[in-house]
């Protein structure tokens, strides 16, 4: 009986030192845990913020990139209508000269042959014959030639009108030359103001397709990084999961012992105190008669 109360008491206190390690582990484990699972939460929080932060990105380099493509669109627009309008002004200009240049020469030559007829002395011998003048307007000058003046007077009513029609041909022919530069001045403008224009919108095709290329890549760079934050997320949320069930077996292996811990303690204290008692006393020991001798010794 005695060597039974030595083993139960050595069990009791080896259940306590299972105890003592079991309460240190559940606490430990239960902390580190905690701070995982908190840990865990905050990623998935910092990737739920990232993965939001990103999707603005995109969202927002999206719309950039449509207005670049659209403003680049509308310049090349712009350019290819500019150009038709060049082209055309400068038919317009070309043709405008030719016309003039053809009028003034058959002006010129008409104001020579008047001059042949009432003012030879200042009539220039024509080199080349205006053919195509001629042809077109000598059958009318057969059918209809002027008739010579019969008196000195009508000779000087003739000269008189030859003069007017000679000083009418010079201010035609001024207001021609007048057109004429004009048409050359604007003509210069327009060119000089077409080419600017040529040159301002290369600068900008370049500098906005430069700025479409780099937001085009800094979306596909934002595009993967969505991708990762969302496996990152996804990753942290099975993590989490895992823990929280770790967590749960925790709480449903140390609850128990965490929360009698001490009053297990406390009874297995008492079981052993008792089992010392019952051994000393199954051993022979009078506790009442070992206190009273001791009494006895000490008066004696």
């Given at each position: 009986v005695i060597a039974m109360c030595d083993d139960m008491v050595k069990i009791l206190k080896q259940e306590q030192v299972d105890d003592d390690s079991k309460k240190e582990y559940c606490a430990v484990q239960l902390d580190q845990f905690d701070d995982k699972k908190k840990a865990t939460e905050r990623s998935i929080s910092d990737s739920e913020l990232a993965i939001t932060n990103a999707e603005e990105g995109i969202s927002t380099?999206?719309?950039?990139?449509?207005?670049?493509?659209?403003?680049?669109?509308?310049?090349?627009?712009?350019v290819m209508t500019a150009t038709e309008q060049r082209k055309q002004e400068n038919a317009e200009y070309k043709e405008l000269v030719a016309s003039d240049s053809q009028a003034k020469e058959l002006l010129k030559w008409a104001k020579n042959r008047l001059n042949k007829f009432y003012h030879p002395k200042m009539y220039v011998a024509e080199a080349v014959l205006v053919q195509t003048f001629e042809h077109?307007?000598?059958q009318r000058a057969q059918d209809a030639p002027p008739p010579?003046?019969?008196?000195?007077?009508?000779?000087?009513?003739?000269?008189?009108?030859?003069?007017?029609?000679?000083?009418?041909?010079?201010?035609?022919?001024k207001d021609l030359d007048k057109e004429l530069t004009e048409a050359e001045t604007e003509e210069?403008?327009?060119?000089?103001?077409?080419?600017?224009?040529?040159?301002?919108?290369a600068e900008k095709r370049t500098v906005d397709s430069k700025s479409l290329a780099d937001k085009e890549a800094a979306r596909a760079d934002l595009e993967a990084k969505l991708e990762a934050h969302k496996e990152s997320k996804a990753v942290a949320g099975k993590e989490l999961m895992a823990t929280l069930k770790y967590i749960q077996s925790l709480h449903a292996e140390c609850d128990w012992l965490l929360q009698y811990y001490d009053v297990r303690k406390e009874a297995r204290a008492g079981e052993i105190d008792s089992l010392v008692k019952a051994k000393a006393i199954l051993s022979g020991a009078?506790?009442?008669?070992?206190?009273g001798r001791g009494s006895f010794r000490g008066s004696a």
């Open positions: 380099l999206t719309e950039e990139i449509k207005a670049l493509a659209a403003g680049i669109k509308d310049l090349d627009k712009s077109k307007h000598a010579p003046p019969e008196t000195w007077d009508a000779y000087a009513k003739k000269s008189q009108e030859s003069t007017g029609v000679l000083t009418m041909i010079d201010l035609l022919i210069k403008d327009s060119q000089a103001e077409y080419e600017q224009l040529m040159s301002d919108s009078d506790f009442s008669l070992m206190q």
